[in-house]
Structures are given as structure tokens and as C-alpha cells.
């Protein structure tokens, strides 16, 4: 039989020795061009995630300049900044216990260059809203958790209990007389306060503030009693003995404040942490949220990092995106039963 050889015209069509077109090209080749064609996206999203990022990159933290989240923040950018070359530049989006920086995170392209602080208050939120926009588990994806850090439950020096057994007998003698301050509404300082009033069948009286701030400047000026503070920001008014801490809410002692007992040496089960990470909008590829956790993990071993992190008072708490994600899921799951308990909505 006569072999026929093709040949590629200058218009583009394929013709054999006959100058015909033929009407199908052989399996064999179809199915070569198909692999190619399949493979062109996972060729591309390997390519993009090595050059990444070629633009600066910016981090969008749901709340004002100077707390907690937007501190970390910071410490992360500059770590990024200096190992891949480009600016991770802090956006403060506050609002809405952080839910107005999840609705622009998950507005904006899932390209890697918009990235979101998350942390225990998007937890908290997910039970506290009835109507969010959005799903914070679905649409968020995890990339790296930085670190965990207990509250301290503290006291102004001029209250009479000094541990906290002695909190508990005069809370139950006193019902709904000591005031326990937080900074609002399914804050930190609220609902690891009522995890402590469920546990313990106490009743204080819940006394929320527009931010951490007020509720702290308050309780030094002995307006307030009682709160159940975050570590960073009570440090130092507790080293300057303007306030007495009774216990913290981790699982064991804080290196920062070595004599002072966890909460659950006296309410067995006990236990309430802090924590703040990175996230990017969903679909965002899994390449480039992989360079990122290598590189956020990266700094959480270097040593500068980590005294850092325990100067603030927390734990380098370092994971895999799938880790982060699990973790995310277990801790909403634990603590919507404590605020159903307390009751606490936000609308």
C-alpha cells in the first residue's frame, strides 16, 4: 500500500500527498493534543507559583492600627517582604468584628495577591451572625496559622479575691455584682469570660465596650473588675503591679507569667486560646498558598521570630494549609456552643 505523508499548508489546514484535507486526524495524535491541552493549566499555575509574586501583595486586617491582629500583621509582612523580594503591604479593613476585611478578601481575585489575617474572631463570628454574606469555611482558604496565645484573667489590685478559687466563693456569694469587662460583644475578653461563667455557674455581669482598649483603661481605673484580657495587651500593667492576675486560660503556665496557674488547675477542662493566621480567597492556587506556608513556617522557626512571639505572650503554632483547615473547623465547633450558652447575638 502507498504510504501518504502530510503536509502543512500556508493557509493552516493539514492535506495529505493528495492535497485533501482529511476528515479526522488519527487517534494516536488527537489524543496527544488533548494530553498537551490538559496539561497546559497545571503547567501554567506551577510556572506562576515559582515567579510569585512579581507585584506587591497586600494582607487585609479587619481591625484598627496597633492591636493584636494588625501587630502580627506586620511582623509577618516584613518576613515575607524580605524573602521573596516584594512588598507585603498591611491593609486595615476594621469593621464588623472583622467580617467587613472577609467580604473584601473574598471580592478580590484568588491570584495570591490578596491575602486576609484570620483568627479567632472569624470563628466566633460564624455563631454569632445569623446574616453574613459570606461563609467564612467555605470561602477563605487556610494557608498558615502563626501562633496560639492564652487570655489572662486578671483583677484590679483593690478587688478582694486574690486566686481563683477565692473569685469563684465571692462571685457565687455576690451574684451579679462584679462586673466583667470585654471589648464587646463576642470578643475575646466575652466569651472566654462566659466559658469560665458555664463552667463554673457563676454569674457576673457582662459590661461590653466599643474595643479592648476602653474595656482595659476602664479596669485600671477600677471602674470594671474583672477581665479575661489578652495577654499582649495586660503585660505590661501587669509587670507595673497595676493589675493582678489570677490565672491564664491555656492549657498550661505562659512563659511570660511562670507563677501564674492556668484557669483549668481549678475548673478541670478549662481551656481558651487565641490565635491568628493567614487566609486567601478560595481557588486560589494551591501552589501558591503552598509557597506561602513554606515560607510563613520559614519564619516561625527563626529564632528572632519566635522570642518575638513570646515576648507578645503566645506560641509559635506552625501547620499545613489541610492542619490550619481542621484546626479552623474544630475550634468554630467549640466555641458556637459556648456562645448559644451565653446567648450572645449580633445583627
Known amino acids: 500500500m502507498k504510504n501518504r505523508k502530510r503536509e502543512i499548508c500556508t493557509s493552516g489546514s493539514v492535506r495529505d500527498e493528495d492535497g485533501q484535507p482529511p476528515h479526522l486526524l488519527g487517534r494516536r495524535n488527537f489524543l496527544h493534543l488533548a494530553a498537551s491541552a490538559a496539561a497546559l493549566p497545571a503547567v501554567s499555575r506551577i510556572a506562576q507559583a515559582q515567579t510569585y509574586p512579581t507585584r506587591p501583595v497586600r494582607i487585609i486586617v479587619g481591625f484598627p492600627a496597633g492591636g493584636v491582629a494588625d501587630l502580627y500583621a506586620r511582623l509577618i509582612s516584613q518576613w515575607l517582604s524580605e524573602r521573596l523580594g516584594q ?19 473574598i471580592k478580590a481575585p484568588p491570584d495570591g495577591y490578596t491575602l486576609l489575617m484570620i483568627g479567632s474572631n472569624n470563628a466566633w463570628n460564624v455563631a454569632l451572625y445569623d446574616n453574613l454574606n459570606f461563609s467564612f469555611t467555605r470561602d477563605i482558604a487556610p494557608i498558615a496559622s502563626i501562633y496560639r496565645a492564652p487570655a489572662v484573667l486578671v483583677v484590679h489590685p483593690s478587688f478582694p479575691a486574690k486566686s481563683v478559687p477565692a473569685l469563684i466563693a465571692y462571685a457565687k456569694a455576690n451574684p451579679g455584682k462584679i462586673n466583667m469587662a470585654s471589648g464587646g460583644v463576642g470578643s475575646a475578653q466575652h466569651v472566654y469570660g462566659e466559658l469560665f461563667k458555664m463552667m463554673t455557674g457563676v454569674d457576673m455581669l457582662h459590661v461590653p465596650y466599643r474595643g479592648g482598649g476602653p474595656a482595659l483603661t476602664d479596669l485600671l481605673a477600677g471602674q470594671v473588675q474583672v477581665m479575661f484580657d489578652t495577654m499582649a495587651t495586660s503585660i505590661e500593667h501587669i509587670r507595673a503591679g497595676k493589675l493582678r492576675p489570677l490565672a491564664v486560660t491555656g492549657a498550661r503556665r505562659a512563659e511570660v507569667l511562670p507563677n501564674v496557674p492556668p484557669v483549668g488547675d481549678f475548673v478541670p477542662g478549662y481551656e481558651g486560646t487565641v490565635w491568628q493566621g493567614v487566609g486567601a480567597p478560595r481557588n486560589t492556587p494551591a501552589e501558591i498558598i503552598d509557597k506561602l506556608n513554606k515560607e510563613i513556617n520559614a519564619g516561625l522557626a527563626d529564632p528572632r521570630m519566635k522570642a518575638r512571639i513570646a515576648d507578645l505572650g503566645g506560641t509559635v503554632f506552625a501547620s499545613s494549609p489541610a492542619e490550619f483547615a481542621t484546626f ?20
Open 328 to 347: 479552623i473547623a474544630e475550634y468554630t465547633e467549640k466555641w458556637a456552643k459556648v456562645i448559644k450558652f451565653a446567648g450572645a447575638k449580633i445583627n
Open 87 to 105: 512588598q507585603f503591604v498591611v491593609e486595615n479593613r476594621a469593621g464588623a468584628g472583622g467580617n467587613l476585611a472577609v467580604e473584601a478578601t
